[in-house]
């Protein structure tokens, strides 16, 4: 198991603004500040997984790119699996067309002492916020 150390290399994002219009295109704008011009849970994404694990997705990875990709960069876990930090986490009502799911970051493993935290760009915070 990994343990997080306090001051993760996300936590900048913390309370950065939620914008559901700032999907991966502003990646293409070397001048765009996500911790100014707001992000949405795709976006960040591409931010966390750059900054905690050196991950650099391509820019056109979206949320229907996220959910398929089944091996370049991620592989799909049964409910049996133990979830791991860096996994990505998918939610949405039943049924919900996959490319409607909200995307986050496991960023925090359960231990005996620490809950699971996820990290993610929302809507109900209006900000980047952990779960």
Not at 25 to 52: A, K, M
Request: glycine share 6%; hydrophobic share 35%; with cysteine.
């Amino acid at each position: 198991m990994i343990n997080i150390e306090k001051g993760s290399r996300t936590d900048r994002y913390l309370g950065a603004p939620y914008k559901p219009e700032h999907s991966p295109f502003v990646l293409l704008d070397d001048s765009f500040d996500p911790l100014t011009d707001g992000i949405n849970c795709q976006t960040f994404v591409h931010f966390y997984l750059r900054d905690e694990f050196g991950v650099n997705l391509p820019r056109g990875m979206w949320s229907k790119e996220l959910y398929e990709d089944d091996g370049e960069f991620f592989r799909r876990v049964n409910d049996e699996e133990p979830l791991l930090r860096g996994d990505l986490l998918f939610v949405g009502k039943p049924r919900t067309k996959h490319t409607r799911l909200h995307v986050g970051v496991v960023h925090q493993i359960a231990d005996l002492q620490e809950e699971t935290i996820i990290r993610h760009a929302n809507k109900k915070d209006n900000m980047v916020s952990d779960w």
